[in-house]
């Protein structure tokens, strides 16, 4: 950040990160920050506090009675691809079988 460095355009880097030259000298002329520029900015929340709030995390999941308890299980693969093939909630299907099988 500080003094002024020209940078030139990587094609390598560019294709890594999603940006083409055109969008390299369409800012090219961005000059760097400086100590003081950084000293007089502000936080993000406070320049954009709609924006912030829209991309805020919520606190996650609401905590259960009786959480379900991770496990690793050993099943046999035509069995776990008939019940993947049922659809999105097949291990809680399993589980449900499992219950009333009383084992």
Do not use: C
């Not at 890594?16 to 929340?45: C, K």
């Not at 093939?85 to 097949?90: D, R």
């Amino acid at each position: 950040m500080t003094g002024t460095t020209t940078k030139v355009f990587d094609p390598k880097h560019a294709a890594a990160n999603g940006y083409t030259e055109a969008d390299w000298d369409e800012v090219s002329d961005n000059p760097e920050w400086t100590a003081e520029d950084v000293a007089n900015a502000e936080p993000f929340a406070e320049a954009l506090p709609e924006l912030q709030a829209s991309i805020q995390r919520g606190e996650g999941r609401t905590p259960v009675e009786k959480p379900r308890q991770q496990i690793s299980l050993r099943l046999d693969p035509d069995v776990v691809a008939k019940f993947k093939a049922t659809g999105k909630g097949w291990q809680s299907r399993i589980n449900e079988i499992l219950k009333k099988a009383k084992v």
